[in-house]
């Protein structure tokens, strides 16, 4: 068995079903780049024209950055499927534990007290 | 091609042992490189309870006690207990979930032989110029480019690359548990040492990345010039303890979590009543694991941060004791109305509930800020952590060591020598410890290398130091039943010398290089005692007996430490005023041999090998 | 293990996962993902904390330009794409497509590391930003120099697939290899993202 493990295929086991769903999914990573695009262009120019009041552009630009980042991890890392429910955890765990580290390496420098 | 390899076996045995991917003989190799690091830091233990022992003593100068103090914090935390938890997790997890072995054996053996080479390297600071002297913390600007020594480059890049073995072993654990588990063994069906082990990864992963952030970023000060810490050029030396302390309040529940988890398998096993609360334990455990990453500015009350922040972390703090509590009512409830057998195993692990519970309550103590500052940099905080890390983690070790010691090496520990270094330890650990939050109280600043005479402090340092002699004899004592019982003790030839619960008893003894020759089927919580009790006392077989894929053995782990090892002492050349060779050379050397190697591993595909199905045959007859 | 899987049919729909080792080396890599991610956030926490500390040097919006951050943006996002595009033609076993497509994510990582270095070069010799100016500078670098650091050693993985299965095919060994590859290359992307818009919009927004 370990020999077919270093063989090529000549065709693919993909069945028509599976071919439909993962050229729907491709369609869906076109527009989720689209989309990424977008947001990328929206935050530069947002900042570049001074489109928004300056106090808006900073949460502004951070939210355009979560959904990119969501966007990302999502439809091309594939979170989104099944059997990544672990990877999702070990994602979340990520993000929760980050937050309050930058949260405080920002803050909580004893320059302001807090 | 795959069974032409099976067929070697007339290898060297220091070939085998250096190439080896076997979980279990990693185990060992973790255990002896764990003890021997253990033993190191003990002695300088001993030393600085000697030099403490009378005022204005001069047995040590006041630059030794310093590295002292700082190696014996180093090693205890990184190079000893580490390892000593990985042996465990090593032998036992597999065995536990029904494994034939981890997900990852290079991965495994690599992490250890980085780990090794990291802690050889933090080692051979002695060498060249002393051993880094600025506490296990390094706080800058103690330890920055201006102020620190050679010593604090080998402690940046040594904890650098055993962090990264550490790192790498926690990724194999968490794959292992999550994917490599028996059929029917189901997540709340874990043993609550893989639960613990599975929970330490996990604070692995995620603790000691920020580490190995801040290690770069001392590094980065210290030989490259950067500014982060300095704040003349607009640098903050907070940053630095805010980044040490994110990794280093989880690294106590890192090493404390195992010990939780052995406890909860030598209490039901000598109580002979399942583990009370099992659902409890586990969320407890999750709880305190989340609760880890939340409490790290308690660390740092007597900055300045602010009386909010203060406060917050202080309430975060204070409910860790919530989960905690949950463990040691449920460790009681486990043995309330059990037929207790009180073996050295049990002692450990018994009286390891009272003295946890009066670190615990130190904790508090230390978690309400206006307090605290009064605490802060005591013997009442040495006292409050080493009644967590000598009466927490060491206990539990010793407890592991006792109840795993006939499966790792095929023979029980003399019992009668076990008592007497149990007692010898327990009453030393009192005598050093509880005194010392007495002396913390009355003002005796912590890491000083000596106190003033008619301060009365003399006596209690007295007593606080024959109490470490003690516990340094109970040691010898362990040594020498090592030694004894190997001459001495008898052959176990059965499965299951404990009348035990988990799936490692269902194993034979010893446990061939396969654990299971046919994967069980796990039917039920305590498995192996289920099929006992339920049962004909034999695991049910998940799979017919076929021949069995393992993996081959590699010296890529070794070459890998080996070049990290070059590469980190190069680094450090940089910062050695006569080097003899050009540094660069040595970094070069180091880069080479480490990527050449992870290169000639990825471009040479090795699928393993089979053994054949009489040969399992014929070892299953020999063993059972 | 692997004798589980069904090979009669051809290349299975997830070759990456087909096998237990593929399982085992999707699991791993995404553990180490979420680790990267709090390494990450350390090191921009640095950032952020020292920003302003400029000691008189150079700051921030003195410095950056935007149509640079724009065009490195770009072709990260678009190295992201191609990258997606090829773990879709590995899954309909189509090795030729994979490898061009892995190609040109690999020349688009070379463009944008090539405008990284060019950037740092100017910082450094005209815009009087060296490692060692100030806490800003030296946190700068080192966040961004990770991040080049990562999309380097990025490069050099692809390259090694690429050049030791130039010949092989799709296999069950080389499947789950490209697709962490591919997973290590989206991650390099997000992080860049945060890093426009922390580093550079940011300091140009007035933040």
């Not at chain 2, 396969?514 to 005692?529: E, G, H, K």
């Not at chain 3, 910082?123 to 080192?142: D, E, I, N, R």
């Amino acid at each position: 068995m370990s020999d077919e493990m270093s063989k090529p295929f000549d065709k693919s086991a993909l069945t028509h079903e599976e071919l439909l769903k993962i050229n729907r999914e491709r369609k869906i990573q076109i527009t989720a780049f689209a989309c990424m695009i977008f947001l990328t262009l929206l935050a530069f120019i947002a900042v570049a024209m001074e489109m928004i009041a300056p106090g808006f552009t900073v949460p502004f630009i951070l939210l355009l950055a979560v959904v990119q980042f969501a966007l990302q991890l999502f439809y091309f890392m594939h979170l989104k499927d099944k059997d990544h429910e672990w990877p999702n955890a070990f994602m979340l765990t990520g993000i929760v534990v980050s937050t309050p580290a930058v949260i405080a390496l920002i803050l909580l420098l004893g320059v302001t007290k807090y | 091609m795959a069974t032409a390899t099976a067929t070697n076996t007339n290898k060297s045995v220091l070939w085998d042992w250096l190439t080896t991917v076997d979980h279990k003989k990693l185990a060992v190799l973790y255990l002896i490189a764990g003890a021997l690091f253990f033993l190191k830091a003990g002695l300088m233990a001993i030393f600085m309870r000697i030099q403490l022992m009378s005022a204005e003593n001069t047995f040590l100068s006041g630059q030794t006690f310093n590295e002292f103090v700082t190696m014996h914090g180093t090693i205890m935390l990184f190079l000893a207990v580490t390892p000593l938890i990985f042996a465990f997790m090593n032998f036992v997890i597999p065995l536990q979930i029904g494994a034939r072995d981890v997900a990852f054996p290079f991965v495994n053996a690599l992490g250890f032989w980085i780990f090794f080479f990291g802690g050889l390297l933090v080692s051979v600071s002695w060498f060249f110029g002393g051993a880094p002297d600025a506490g296990w913390t390094a706080y800058v600007p103690l330890s920055s480019g201006e102020y620190g020594d050679l010593g604090l480059d080998f402690y940046v890049l040594g904890l650098q690359i055993s962090g990264l073995g550490t790192l790498v072993s926690a990724i194999n654990f968490i794959v292992t548990i999550i994917n490599m588990r028996a059929p029917g063994m189901t997540m709340m069906r874990l043993p609550l040492f893989c639960w613990t082990g599975l929970v330490t990864s996990i604070l692995i992963v995620f603790a000691f990345t920020p580490l190995a952030a801040g290690l770069a970023l001392l590094m980065l000060d210290r030989i490259f010039g950067a500014q982060y810490f300095n704040p003349g050029s607009g640098g903050n030396p907070v940053l630095w303890q805010h980044i040490f302390w994110i990794f280093g309040h989880p690294e106590v529940y890192i090493l404390v979590l195992p010990a939780f988890g052995i406890i909860s398998e030598v209490i039901p096993a000598f109580s002979k009543k399942r583990l009370f609360g099992y659902t409890a334990m586990v969320f407890a455990t999750l709880i305190i694991a989340f609760l880890s990453f939340m409490v790290w500015v308690h660390h740092m009350f007597t900055v300045g941060i602010g009386p909010i922040t203060n406060s917050v972390f202080a309430i975060a703090t204070m409910a860790i004791g919530v989960p905690t509590g949950i463990k040691i009512f449920n460790w009681l409830f486990t043995m309330w109305g059990g037929k207790i057998i009180f073996n050295t195993a049990m002692l450990c692990a018994s009286s390891f509930v009272p003295t946890f519970v009066l670190g615990g309550v130190t904790g508090v103590m230390l978690a309400m800020v206006p307090v605290d500052y009064l605490y802060h940099d005591t013997y009442f905080v040495v006292a409050h952590f080493h009644y967590i890390v000598v009466g927490g983690i060491a206990l539990g070790l010793l407890a592991g060591t006792f109840y795993w010691y006939p499966k790792m090496f095929g023979h029980k520990l003399n019992e009668k020598l076990g008592q007497l270094m149990f007692w010898m330890f327990y009453v030393g650990f009192h005598l050093t410890f509880f005194i010392q939050h007495i002396l913390g109280l009355i003002g005796m600043p912590r890491r000083v290398f000596t106190y003033l005479d008619g301060q009365g402090m003399e006596t209690m340092n007295l007593v606080s130091s024959i109490g470490a002699f003690m516990m340094g004899a109970a040691i010898i004592v362990l040594l020498i039943n090592v030694v004894y019982s190997a001459y001495t003790s008898k052959r176990v030839t059965v499965r299951d010398p404990w009348d035990a619960r988990t799936l490692e008893w269902a194993t034979t003894t010893p446990v061939p290089e396969y654990n299971f020759a046919q994967t069980p089927q796990v039917r039920s919580l305590d498995p192996w005692f289920y099929e006992k009790v339920h049962g004909d006392g034999t695991m049910k077989p998940a799979e017919p007996m076929d021949e069995i894929h393992m993996p081959n053995g590699s010296i890529l782990p070794l070459t890998i430490g080996l070049g990290l090892f070059v590469w980190g002492f190069g680094m450090i050349m940089m910062q050695m005023e006569n080097p003899l060779i050009p540094e660069w050379i040595v970094i070069g050397a180091g880069v080479i041999i480490t990527f050449g190697s992870m290169l000639l591993h990825s471009i040479h595909e090795d699928h393993g090998y089979h053994i054949p199905l009489d040969k399992i045959k014929k070892i299953e007859k020999e063993v059972s | 293990m692997s004798d589980s899987v069904d090979v009669s049919k051809g290349l299975p729909p997830n070759p990456e996962k087909a096998t237990l080792e593929g399982k085992n080396k999707f699991l791993g890599f995404w553990v180490f993902l979420g680790g990267e991610t709090i390494m990450f956030a350390t090191f921009f926490g640095t950032f952020l904390g020292l920003r302003d500390g400029t000691a008189g040097g150079p700051s921030a919006s003195e410095l950056f330009s935007l149509p640079l951050v724009f065009i490195m943006t770009m072709l990260l996002l678009t190295s992201s794409l191609t990258s997606v595009l090829a773990m879709y033609s590995m899954k309909k076993n189509n090795f030729k497509n994979m490898m061009v497509l892995t190609g040109v994510t690999v020349l688009l990582g070379f463009a944008f590391l090539g405008f990284e270095i060019y950037e740092f070069y100017e910082y450094v010799h005209h815009g009087g930003l060296g490692f060692t100016t100030s806490a800003f500078g030296s946190s700068f670098y080192s966040l961004v120099g990770l991040h080049g650091a990562h999309v380097t050693f990025g490069l050099f993985w692809f390259i090694t697939l690429m050049i030791r299965y130039s010949r092989t095919g799709i296999t069950l060994t080389n499947a789950p290899k490209f697709y962490l590859a591919s997973l290590y290359w989206h991650f390099i992307d997000v992080v860049w993202v945060f890093i426009f818009t922390v580093v550079y919009l940011m300091a140009i927004g007035g933040a």
